[in-house]
């Protein structure tokens, strides 16, 4: 009797178990078949349930805002004017000039050499390098002469660090381009 007994609850619990899959499923079916218009069952089908797991949403990627820097010429010889006066090998230049060419700048500022006063010329050219500014001084003479490599480079080094004052340290620095008398720096900044 105890055998007969236990195929009773085994056939009950099945019986229960299908029919709380059934209870589940109906609704879903009938939710997707109303859906597609098709409201009727072919005998025999079986149903199964799917179980779909929502989709998480991801927040949005925050986009980085446009930066835009113009300069004219009489901003840039403001901005030069902080790192003046500046001696270097002996000769105090002063009173910086600067011009934006169409392939570069170009800086004029009084020489204060041993015998009196010259004239201290500067070409460069703003390039980017890894998303920040750096300078390439093409030319720089002094009362016509031609400077040293390394002179070149202290100069370089001056004007780079006047630049980067006036870019925040965040931005990436896409383009930089010129027209006479506009130098304009476009970047990215988180």
């Given at each position: 009797?105890?055998?007969?007994?236990?195929?009773v609850?085994?056939?009950?619990?099945?019986?229960?178990?299908?029919a709380?899959?059934?209870?589940?499923?109906?609704?879903?079916?009938t939710?997707?078949?109303?859906?597609?218009g098709?409201?009727?069952t072919?005998a025999?089908?079986?149903?199964?349930a799917?179980?779909?797991?929502a989709?998480?949403?991801?927040?949005?990627r925050?986009t980085?805002?446009?930066?835009?820097?113009?300069?004219?010429?009489?901003?840039?010889?403001?901005?030069a004017a902080?790192?003046?006066?500046?001696?270097?090998?002996?000769v105090?230049?002063r009173?910086?000039?600067?011009?934006?060419?169409?392939?570069?700048?170009?800086?004029?500022?009084?020489a204060?050499?041993?015998?009196?006063?010259?004239?201290?010329?500067?070409?460069?050219t703003?390039?980017?390098?890894?998303?920040?500014?750096?300078?390439?001084?093409?030319?720089?003479?002094?009362?016509g002469?031609?400077?040293?490599?390394?002179?070149?480079?202290?100069?370089?080094?001056?004007?780079?660090g006047?630049?980067?004052t006036?870019?925040?340290?965040n931005v990436?620095?896409?383009?930089?381009?010129?027209?006479?008398?506009?130098?304009?720096?476009?970047?990215?900044?988180?």
């Amino acid at each position: 009797m105890g055998g007969l007994i236990r195929i009773v609850l085994v056939f009950a619990f099945a019986g229960g178990a299908y029919a709380a899959l059934q209870s589940n499923v109906a609704p879903a079916a009938t939710a997707r078949a109303t859906a597609s218009g098709n409201t009727s069952t072919p005998a025999g089908t079986t149903r199964i349930a799917v179980s779909v797991p929502a989709t998480a949403t991801v927040p949005p990627r925050p986009t980085p805002a446009v930066f835009a820097l113009t300069m004219s010429d009489a901003d840039l010889t403001k901005a030069a004017a902080g790192s003046f006066p500046q001696t270097v090998n002996g000769v105090t230049v002063r009173e910086p000039n600067v011009s934006v060419e169409n392939a570069g700048v170009r800086l004029t500022a009084t020489a204060q050499i041993f015998f009196g006063t010259t004239q201290f010329v500067m070409t460069a050219t703003p390039v980017v390098t890894a998303g920040r500014i750096t300078v390439r001084v093409d030319t720089a003479t002094l009362a016509g002469f031609t400077l040293s490599d390394s002179t070149r480079a202290s100069i370089a080094d001056t004007v780079q660090g006047t630049i980067a004052t006036l870019i925040p340290s965040n931005v990436k620095v896409t383009t930089v381009s010129f027209a006479p008398g506009k130098l304009t720096v476009l970047g990215t900044q988180p």
